[in-house]
């Protein structure tokens, strides 16, 4: 497989077997001659935005403090210790998608997105870990990162972040602009800003099994049918009243064990729960939208490309899109696996492409969750 300068020469499936959820990585100008793809202004534009999640941290006389965007207006860039927290900036800025993009070794169903965290000196959001693996790559200005494999992750209590007890560093990195750092998740780790800096911090989706267990079951609730309604024919007269009785229990505890659900359950489930947008994030359709047989005409010529904002997967017949789920036809999935894998079609693609298909994407395309090129 082809070495990636982006993991310091390493493939994609060397980094797999040798760091990715075992050790960290530094890779020194993983992308050289990095500039910022935003400008300070133009990410303090996102922060004020209500469709865009940012948070405001700050230390002042040793008291940390966060705020929850959007934010009218920012410390000013003089001001030491504060750090503005930028979630999901691909899903508004071109380029920042483009460099998510190269992160696709890993799966979509675990790539999650690209926050940029601005600091002035000396800022930060202190010791901590996530639960998650992360890239950090330097974007503007030098951070110091100090990081540990430590055991010990309790929490000081009391504190508006999570910001470790204990933390005892084991290694330390001043990362340039195109420096970047792989953690595994639950790798204790500070960074600290060297004068005004900015990171891009590339993270992933990992859901806790609690989070998907009551997922799952609110989505079989749909599914679930068990007939009949309980009747006791064969009750006796009870001494206790306000006991329930040994043969109601056993009588509902047989009927609920009837549910049962497949390896097909838990596809379609994940695959709906895998490409849910984030509830802030909307779709933007177009002002003049094109008619079937005109959309059908310019997506020849032009091809067409996924929103930054969507979400598709697939498995087998299954196609998920923003948290849709079809089943595709044998003549339907080459084209629409290619558009999930690719992120856009070509004219040709789409010239080929089946009425079935083409109406799907019509209707994608009216919705915003597609577009023409």
Not at 65 to 90: C, E, I, Y
Not at 156 to 167: M, R, T
């Amino acid at each position: 497989m082809q070495k990636l300068s982006l993991l310091g020469g390493l493939s994609p499936a060397q980094f797999l077997k040798d760091y990715w959820q075992k050790k960290p990585l530094l890779i020194r100008q993983a992308i050289p001659g990095f500039h910022p793809l935003l400008t300070r202004d133009a990410l303090f534009q996102l922060a004020a935005r209500n469709d865009v999640e940012s948070r405001l941290v700050s230390r002042f006389k040793q008291r940390w403090d966060m705020q929850h965007g959007p934010f009218d207006a920012l410390p000013g860039a003089s001001r030491k210790a504060w750090t503005l927290l930028v979630q999901g900036a691909n899903l508004h800025n071109e380029a920042a998608d483009t460099l998510l993009q190269q992160f696709r070794f890993i799966p979509d169903a675990r790539l999650d997105d690209l926050m940029i965290s601005y600091a002035t000196d000396a800022g930060g959001v202190g010791p901590h870990f996530d639960s998650y693996d992360v890239f950090l790559l330097q974007a503007h200005g030098q951070r110091r990162w100090r990081i540990s494999k430590q055991k010990d992750l309790s929490l000081i209590a009391g504190l508006p972040l999570k910001i470790l007890q204990n933390f005892k560093p084991e290694e330390e990195f001043v990362l340039e602009p195109g420096d970047m750092l792989y953690l595994p998740p639950q790798y204790a780790h500070d960074g600290i800003a060297i004068g005004e800096c900015m990171t891009y911090s590339i993270g992933f989706r990992a859901p806790a099994y609690q989070e998907l267990g009551e997922a799952f079951l609110q989505f079989m609730a749909e599914a679930v049918e068990l007939p009949g309604r309980y009747a006791d024919p064969d009750l006796s007269p009870t001494r206790n009243p306000a006991e329930i009785g040994s043969g109601m229990l056993t009588r509902i505890a047989e009927e609920l064990s009837k549910i049962r659900f497949t390896r097909e359950d838990i596809t379609i489930f994940l695959g709906e729960y895998l490409s849910e947008p984030k509830p802030n994030v909307f779709f933007e359709p177009p002002q003049r939208p094109l008619n079937i047989e005109r959309f059908s005409r310019s997506a020849a010529r032009r091809g067409i490309a996924l929103s930054p904002r969507t979400r598709m997967l697939y498995r087998g017949v299954h196609v998920f899109i923003n948290g849709e789920s079809f089943i595709a036809g044998k003549n339907e999935r080459r084209p629409l696996h290619d558009l999930a894998n690719a992120r856009r079609l070509d004219g040709a693609a789409i010239q080929a492409a089946s009425r079935d298909v083409l109406e799907s994407l019509h209707a994608w395309y009216r919705d915003g969750w597609i577009y023409l090129p």
